[in-house]
């Protein structure tokens, strides 16, 4: 198991490969307490759940690489703590979900896209390692789909559970104006009885309280799932497509070095790039290092000429 030493570690040697990936973690981080700490004193405990959540998501980076003695991009990794915060923060906490249309198919279609690049990482270097192994750029791009809608579908899952159990509304609702449904046939024919142009719903309960729907028909999340696994589908179809482009020119077997691709590719840690890149910041690191140390030895050695007259007078 990875200790909090060992996830340290891991970061600092995060700062090290890419400052500009850590400055953004830092910052996400610094927003996320700052929220954690107005959610508390507000009292919105439910709120404040998933900032934690959200600081735990931000470890998972660092705790995936050292378990998995993985190598992921400075860029993959900036795009997964945007869309941790996106979802978390921005989505729950500050309702863009609800304010901004579109923003949770925005998230869909970029976790179709994430999803497809990891799948598409895991056979990559399942491949790479295997001597009889040879796989085609289409299999890959194949397998890299189905795992992101595998996900895409388990996480629907998820959300209908939810619903079932706690009512938390993760399938949102939509409004629709028309519907067409074999449950109103009257002769059980299996004859769908359709509906158009319903401008208001009313809903009665047994205690006979009243809703009223004005504008339509309340569609119960069938329309938000069907739309989610269909824009989560489209960010995994361009990945995939992107992937089988790069191999289909260059072979399984070449090392994506240039491109999108090779900022986004997750690799094993005795990848020779993943070794090459990491020799070369030990090299920087070291001359940084030598270079402090004639440094001071220059001030020293300043000091002492410059105090040497003063012990002459």
């Known amino acids: 198991m990875v200790n909090l030493r060992q996830l340290r570690s891991r970061l600092h040697e995060r700062i090290r490969a890419d400052k500009r990936s850590f400055a953004l973690y830092t910052v996400l981080r610094i927003i996320v307490i700052i929220t954690l700490v107005r959610c508390i004193l507000l009292g919105n405990y439910e709120s404040a759940a998933l900032c934690v959540l ?5 470890l998972m980076p660092a705790f995936v690489e050292e378990q998995f003695r993985v190598e992921i991009p400075p860029l993959f990794e900036a795009i997964i703590y945007l869309f941790i915060f996106a979802a978390e923060i921005l989505g729950e906490i500050n309702h863009y979900y609800v304010l901004i249309p579109g923003w949770d198919t925005m998230l869909h279609a970029m976790n179709g896209f994430l999803c497809a690049v990891v799948g598409f990482s895991m056979v990559y270097i399942v491949s790479r390692h295997s001597k009889n192994l ?21 996480w629907e899952f998820v959300e209908f559970i939810g619903d079932q159990l706690f009512m938390v509304d993760m399938q949102k609702d939509y409004i629709i104006t028309s519907i067409g449904s074999v449950a109103l046939d009257p002769t059980n024919s299996q004859t769908p009885v359709r509906i158009t142009n319903i401008v208001q719903t009313t809903i009665t309960t ?5 809703y009223t729907i004005d504008g339509g028909y309340l569609d119960v999340g069938i329309m938000d799932t069907m739309k989610d696994l269909m824009v989560g589908f489209a960010g995994a179809v361009l990945f995939s497509i992107i992937g089988y482009s790069y191999l289909r020119v260059h072979g399984t077997t070449h090392e994506p070095r240039h491109g999108l691709l090779s900022h986004l590719v997750v690799r094993a840690d005795d990848d020779p790039i993943v070794v090459a890149e990491r020799e070369r910041r030990e090299q920087e690191k070291a001359a940084a290092q030598l270079a402090r140390a004639k440094g001071t030895e220059r001030k020293h050695a300043a000091a002492e000429r410059a105090g040497a007259p003063s012990r002459q007078k």
């Open 54 to 58: 959200s600081l735990v998501l931000f």
């Open 134 to 154: 040879n796989l085609s750029p289409f299999y890959l791009a194949f397998a890299a789909l189905c795992f992101s809608m595998t996900i895409s579908t388990l």
């Open 206 to 210: 047994a205690d006979g309280a009243t």
